[in-house]
């Protein structure tokens, strides 16, 4: 196990689960977090044994609630311009890692926890879950990847209904507009996580990796195109 400042990175057989450690604070992303977390998912990344990655909240009250508004808008410009091309490269991360990534939402899920969250591939939450982009409300707009995964989770209007009107949406309305794939109650959260974690990371590794890249690579194709490459990507498994 590795104890970063903000998070816990834990290696289990073939599974990486990613804790966000600021119980505290609700787990509000900030500075530190951001560099932690571009740090552990280079690492994974490079891992060529991980198979599957967790993300998770720590604490009883939420995933995520947030940016560190305190620290990210009072940012000196030099500093405030770093932000902006290291925040890219952490979400470009996020969005680029070979594994499939997996959050397991509980509580307060907002701003950027949707962000991270949506970043991942499959999304499993809690009944006790709560989402929300407050952003706009705040004089801001989301600006870790919100605008645009939001939308293509849940459709333009649920998406831009969210940002513009500050409307928190629970487990079971998120489950039925899309914006995660299962909800479970809280005790089983984590157990259920886990267990589906085992279930990919039991699979063949190429498998996995040429699979999520056939889905992602092909959203931005036409039909056949998509095709062509989904049949280079089975040779490849079988060579």
């Known amino acids: 196990m590795s104890v970063f400042e903000t998070l816990i990175l834990e290696k289990t057989g073939f599974t990486a689960t990613v804790t966000l450690n600021r119980p505290q604070v609700l787990n509000i992303h900030n500075m530190a977090m951001r560099d932690d977390l571009f740090e552990v998912l280079s690492a994974i990344r490079e891992d060529d044994e991980i198979r599957v990655v967790l993300i998770k909240g720590a604490g009883e009250k939420a995933f995520c609630a947030g940016a560190d508004l305190k620290e990210f808008l009072t940012a000196p410009p030099p500093a405030a311009a770093r932000e902006v091309r290291f925040d890219a490269d952490l979400w470009n991360l996020f969005t680029h890692m070979p594994p499939p990534l997996m959050a397991a939402?509980?509580?307060?899920?907002?701003?950027?926890?949707?962000?991270?969250?949506?970043?991942?591939?499959?999304?499993?939450?809690?009944?006790?879950?709560?989402?929300?982009?407050?952003?706009?409300?705040?004089?801001?707009?989301?600006?870790?990847?919100?605008?645009?995964?939001?939308?293509?989770?849940?459709?333009?209007?649920?998406?831009?209904?969210?940002?513009?009107?500050?409307?928190?949406?629970?487990?079971?309305?998120?489950?039925?507009?899309?914006?995660?794939?299962?909800?479970?109650?809280?005790?089983?959260?984590?157990?259920?996580?886990?267990?589906?974690?085992?279930?990919?990371?039991?699979?063949?590794?190429?498998?996995?990796?040429?699979?999520?890249?056939?889905?992602?690579?092909?959203?931005?194709?036409?039909?056949?195109?998509?095709?062509?490459?989904?049949?280079?990507?089975?040779?490849?498994?079988n060579n």
């Open 105 to 237: 939402v509980h509580g307060y899920c907002l701003g950027s926890g949707i962000e991270i969250a949506l970043c991942c591939d499959l999304v499993i939450a809690s009944e006790d879950a709560k989402f929300g982009l407050p952003e706009v409300g705040l004089g801001i707009i989301p600006a870790a990847g919100g605008t645009q995964t939001v939308p293509r989770a849940v459709g333009y209007g649920p998406a831009l209904e969210m940002m513009l009107t500050n409307r928190w949406i629970d487990a079971q309305e998120a489950l039925r507009i899309g914006l995660v794939n299962r909800v479970v109650t809280r005790k089983e959260l984590f157990p259920e996580a886990e267990e589906m974690a085992e279930g990919i990371a039991a699979l063949n590794p190429r498998m996995i990796r040429l699979a999520k890249e056939a889905v992602l690579r092909g959203l931005d194709l036409k039909l056949e195109q998509g095709l062509e490459l989904e049949k280079r990507l089975a040779m490849r498994l």
